[in-house]
């Protein structure tokens, strides 16, 4: 990371406060040795990456995955409409999303984060390189290398995917000729679609089944080809909101009527 980039990073995030950021608590900086270091709070239960892929982890039950997905919608939405200017992040993925002591998440690693009014000047900061990880990137980036807020919609959306499912996003499982996304947007439209949620999930009751497949329609609009079909974060948001909500309510509602 070149200083200019160092010394933006530590300007804007310094400013950022959100309970779904991670906060950057302070930072090292040495001309001599040419290093620079971010100081972020500390995540005690690790990333959303490790408690779905790791084996060494508990399992995650649907109404913690449930919160997760709101919890980075909320952090992705702060960004885009609460900051300003706008910040694009750039490189959400799972094991960029964070877990505290409470399983809440936290949006972490604004090493590729931008303002999207600055200027870039490119004689000393290039602004051509192809940044993100694999699997998480819109496939508007991979010609254009501009990155919007639809870009970390995108990425948000195979974040989704990858909770309801419990897999990568690149997996072989997918076959050679497809992807996540599409894997996803085949199957939840036949009837093997109850071979999406992870194993680790089931059983499910029928309310919480139906939250799973709610999230994973959502997940679909958010990685449409064209950016201009996804829906915003803001947009998004709201629609998990109101599966979570409404998944809990049903509940309730099944567990009110068995007492009666």
Request: aromatic share 8%; with cysteine.
């Given at each position: 990371?070149?200083?200019?980039?160092?010394?933006?990073?530590?300007?804007?995030?310094?400013?950022?406060r959100?309970r779904?950021?991670?906060k950057l608590?302070?930072?090292c900086?040495?001309?001599a040795?040419?290093?620079n270091?971010?100081?972020y709070?500390?995540?005690?239960?690790?990333s959303v990456?490790?408690?779905?892929?790791?084996?060494?982890?508990?399992?995650?039950d649907?109404e913690?995955?449930?919160k997760?997905?709101v919890?980075?919608?909320?952090?992705?939405e702060y960004?885009?409409?609460?900051?300003?200017?706008?910040?694009?992040?750039?490189?959400?993925?799972?094991?960029?999303?964070?877990?505290?002591?409470?399983?809440?998440a936290?949006?972490?690693?604004?090493?590729?984060a931008?303002?999207?009014t600055?200027?870039?000047?490119t004689?000393?900061?290039s602004?051509?390189?192809?940044?993100?990880?694999?699997?998480?990137?819109?496939?508007e980036?991979?010609?254009?290398l501009?990155?919007?807020?639809?870009?970390?919609?995108?990425?948000?959306?195979?974040?989704?995917?990858?909770i309801v499912t419990?897999?990568k996003?690149?997996?072989?499982?997918f076959?050679?000729?497809t992807d996540?996304?599409?894997?996803?947007d085949t199957v939840?439209?036949?009837?093997?679609?109850?071979?999406?949620i992870?194993?680790?999930?089931?059983?499910?009751?029928?309310?919480?089944?139906e939250?799973?497949?709610?999230?994973?329609?959502?997940a679909?609009?958010c990685?449409k080809?064209?950016?201009?079909?996804?829906?915003?974060?803001?947009?998004a948001?709201?629609?998990?909101?109101?599966v979570?909500?409404n998944?809990?309510?049903?509940?309730r509602?099944?567990q009110?009527?068995?007492?009666?």
């Amino acid at each position: 990371m070149s200083n200019r980039s160092f010394n933006r990073e530590v300007k804007t995030l310094g400013t950022i406060r959100h309970r779904h950021l991670v906060k950057l608590m302070g930072y090292c900086s040495s001309k001599a040795q040419g290093l620079n270091m971010l100081i972020y709070e500390y995540m005690e239960n690790g990333s959303v990456w490790d408690w779905l892929h790791s084996k060494k982890k508990e399992v995650l039950d649907l109404e913690t995955r449930l919160k997760i997905a709101v919890g980075l919608a909320q952090g992705v939405e702060y960004l885009h409409f609460d900051c300003v200017p706008p910040i694009v992040h750039r490189d959400i993925k799972s094991s960029n999303v964070l877990l505290d002591s409470n399983m809440e998440a936290h949006l972490g690693d604004f090493g590729l984060a931008k303002i999207l009014t600055e200027s870039i000047d490119t004689n000393t900061e290039s602004n051509s390189l192809f940044e993100g990880s694999y699997g998480y990137i819109a496939p508007e980036y991979a010609y254009s290398l501009k990155a919007t807020e639809k870009s970390d919609v995108y990425s948000m959306g195979i974040v989704l995917m990858e909770i309801v499912t419990g897999k990568k996003p690149t997996e072989g499982v997918f076959g050679e000729e497809t992807d996540m996304v599409r894997w996803v947007d085949t199957v939840l439209g036949s009837a093997a679609r109850e071979k999406l949620i992870d194993s680790e999930l089931k059983p499910l009751l029928p309310c919480e089944e139906e939250a799973t497949y709610q999230v994973l329609e959502i997940a679909i609009q958010c990685t449409k080809t064209y950016p201009q079909e996804r829906p915003s974060s803001r947009q998004a948001c709201d629609c998990l909101l109101s599966v979570f909500n409404n998944r809990g309510a049903s509940y309730r509602e099944m567990q009110s009527g068995s007492d009666i």
